[in-house]
């Protein structure tokens, strides 16, 4: 499937993360529920791969595995995620808990709920640092300081020993950021960092987030399903579908030139200032639930170049350009595809 | 606000809604006996303080704003959830608070209608929705007869682009998207001619908000809606509006013909939410960095409220609050755009200072 000269089709060497054939599911009273089907990716060292989709695509679910923070009876049913090529997968809850924080970063939505309440901010950064390395009391404070000042955190030495109500959201965030990075982990992954926070905070966050990671020399998976985040953020992206990746490539290719048809109709749904439309591209309908994943390609019943065949079978990942695009429309390399144009259908 | 009627002289003579210097203040005093003991004086939150706009007839006027800056308190006062502290809301030109008793409300009660933010909480998940739709017939007393008031209620099922049948379901049945079309569909219920929309498409994907927004345009150019929209998203609001106010700490810092806000925006507050936006089109605009957060409410800064966060800001911003002067289509209160301080050249240099800091 992947040719070899292909520049993102094929996971190098030394990515740092990969994950081949990623299968998660919930079994349940009425049978199993595929939430992630499938789906392969790697992000390479320094990079950030942006994981952008609409709810219920599968995109936590994924971020979730990778730092074995899957909620049962979600499980692993098939697949194999590598951190710097080795399996971290299956591994039993105290390694794996030796790799969040030392070797993966998290940051969440909501700071709130990721700080502990009853600490102060202090205390958690220290507990952190001491957890993962040799240093003092003394040096693990000092070292926490410098983090806090590092994320922009005003009169550092006194907001130290504050707990985390007394913090403003985005400066919360600050501080979950700080965590995340404490230790230097060569992945962070951010689910959606920014969404719970004004778009002046966002833009904040956003380039905080971005600066430091590469400043530390991390990688990062963001998940979101905000599309500008992803443009001002990203290297490469994968577009989220019913849970398999519709599209992943570079992103200024996938968001000015989608090439599958759920890439385009979502970029085409989303307003932009100083594009005077009078109607936005609609997507009729909306993506299916778990239980009735159409047959074929899952977008089948909502696109408008279906064909026979994607009602039959499913495509896999075909290199286009520098992307790699889950569709039929691409399986002729030599066959000109037309402009794709969504329906002014009014059913919804 | 006398500059007003100059400044939008074809509209004014059909403004459906008229706000005139609105306010809400909410006490959060500490309670009594913790002010006696520790001596703790009153507390009020200014969270609308003085606004005042004009929504012409069949258009959508927007207020935008970060969160805590009022903005959804104004669609509260507008439908009359909220009593107003102080200001006048005029209804084709009747004052609400003229309307006493529930008599003399209903007629106009039922020709204003809400949508709210969340599809999940805004219906009952214990009745069926067409009895959702039919409630605000009912409660108006428009129709008595059953087989009229279910004929009315699949019509309003299909205006919204969906079956007449699913009026048989239950809400949990739909999806976000279905159901703040079933919102709309109650709101529509009544026949209304003004809705107020409290973030109608915040809790949506992008591809189902597309959705929402093409059919809030349809039902407008069918119905002659008139809308109030309330959002934090930019783009959303530049899609939508026709008018268009900025709110900062409960004041109305700038509002206008929205294409003219986003074409020439004045106020810095403005300057800085257009610069916030993530730059999906990737042209690598420059932009001034936003800087500082939103302060308390219960204690906003003097002067002009946004000073500490302004980059143009002096010692009359500190001091002096900023009185509303009259631009091409609408106010901005801003003492820098009084003055003529503001300057094209001073921005690009701010600009051009922030792309080295980068």
């Known amino acids: ?348 | 606000m006398a500059d007003r009627v100059e400044a939008m002289p074809e509209d004014s003579g059909d403004a459906l809604v008229r706000v005139t210097d609105l306010a809400k203040y909410f006490d959060v005093s500490p309670p009594w006996l913790t002010r006696v003991l520790q001596n703790e004086p009153r507390l009020s939150l200014r969270a609308v303080d003085g606004v005042s706009f004009d929504i012409p007839r069949g258009k959508t006027f927007s207020l935008v704003g970060e969160s805590g800056c009022g903005k959804s308190t104004v669609a509260r006062l507008v439908v009359g959830l909220y009593r107003p502290t102080m200001g006048s809301i005029e209804f084709e030109g009747v004052d609400m608070a003229s309307l006493k008793t529930r008599a003399q409300m209903a007629p106009v009660r039922k020709r204003l209608q809400m949508i709210f933010q969340d599809p999940f909480a805004s219906l009952n998940p214990r009745w069926r929705v067409a009895d959702i739709i039919a409630e605000p017939i009912r409660a108006h007393g428009l129709m008595s007869d059953d087989g009229e008031i279910a004929r009315r209620v699949g019509e309003l099922l299909e205006q919204v682009r969906l079956s007449a049948r699913d009026g048989e379901k239950f809400p949990h049945e739909f999806s976000g998207g279905q159901r703040q079309r079933i919102s709309i569909a109650r709101a529509l219920a009544s026949n209304p001619d003004f809705l107020v929309c409290d973030e109608p498409t915040s809790a949506l994907d992008v591809s189902v908000q597309a959705q929402i927004l093409n059919l809030m345009k349809d039902l407008q150019r069918e119905l002659g809606l008139t809308y109030l929209f309330i959002s934090h998203d930019l783009a959303v609001v530049y899609h939508i509006s026709d008018y268009l106010g900025v709110m900062y700490l409960g004041r109305l810092v700038e509002w206008g013909a929205a294409r003219e806000i986003f074409r020439e925006p004045r106020h810095p507050y403005t300057r800085m939410l257009l610069d916030a936006i993530p730059d999906l089109e990737m042209s690598g605009r420059q932009r001034i960095p936003v800087a500082g957060e939103v302060p308390s409410p219960i204690s906003p800064p003097t002067g002009c409220h946004f000073h500490p966060r302004c980059p143009f800001a002096n010692d009359r911003c500190r001091t002096e609050m900023p009185l509303p002067i009259a631009t091409a289509t609408g106010e901005v209160r801003c003492h820098a755009v009084e003055e003529g301080r503001l300057t094209e050249e001073l921005i690009r240099a701010k600009r051009a200072e922030a792309g080295i800091a980068n």
């Open chain 1, 1 to 348: 499937m992947m040719s070899e000269s292909d520049p993102v089709g094929a996971a190098p060497r030394e990515a740092l993360l990969q994950v081949e054939n990623l299968r998660i599911e919930f079994p349940t009273r009425r049978g199993v529920l595929v939430a992630v089907d499938d789906i392969s990716f790697h992000i390479n060292e320094g990079e950030v791969l942006g994981v952008v989709g609409e709810s219920g695509a599968g995109k936590s679910l994924t971020g979730a595995s990778i730092i074995g923070l899957l909620e049962p009876p979600g499980r692993i049913a098939g697949g194999e995620i590598l951190l710097s090529g080795r399996r971290i997968d299956h591994l039993p809850y105290e390694d794996m808990r030796r790799i969040r924080g030392r070797e993966i970063g998290m940051v969440f939505q909501d700071p709130l709920t990721s700080l502990n309440p009853l600490y102060t901010v202090g205390r958690q950064l220290i507990e952190t640092i001491q957890t993962h390395t040799d240093l003092s009391e003394q040096a693990a404070r000092k070292r926490a300081l410098e983090l806090l000042g590092e994320v922009g955190i005003p009169a550092a030495s006194q907001r130290i020993d504050q707990y985390p109500h007394q913090f403003s959201g985005g400066m919360r965030q600050r501080v979950v950021i700080a965590l995340a990075l404490c230790i230097n982990p060569k992945l962070v992954i951010a689910d959606e960092p920014t969404t719970a926070l004004d778009v002046s905070i966002q833009a904040q966050i956003i380039k905080l987030l971005k600066r430091l990671c590469h400043e530390h020399g991390a990688a990062v998976m963001l998940i979101t399903h905000d599309m500008g985040v992803i443009a001002e953020t990203a290297d490469r992206v994968a577009v989220m579908y019913a849970g398999r990746i519709a599209e992943v490539g570079p992103v200024s290719q996938v968001i000015k030139h989608a090439r599958h048809p759920y890439t385009h109709g979502l970029m085409g749904s989303i307003p932009m200032i100083g594009h005077d439309m009078e109607r936005l591209t609609q997507i009729d309908g909306s993506m299916p639930r778990l239980t009735e994943i159409p047959r074929g390609c899952a977008f089948n019943p909502r696109c408008p170049k279906v064909m026979e065949r994607c009602r039959l079978d499913r495509p896999e990942p075909l290199p286009v350009g520098n992307s790699q695009v889950a569709c039929w429309l691409y399986d002729d390399p030599s066959a000109e595809v037309e402009e794709i144009v969504f329906g002014e259908a009014e059913n919804g």
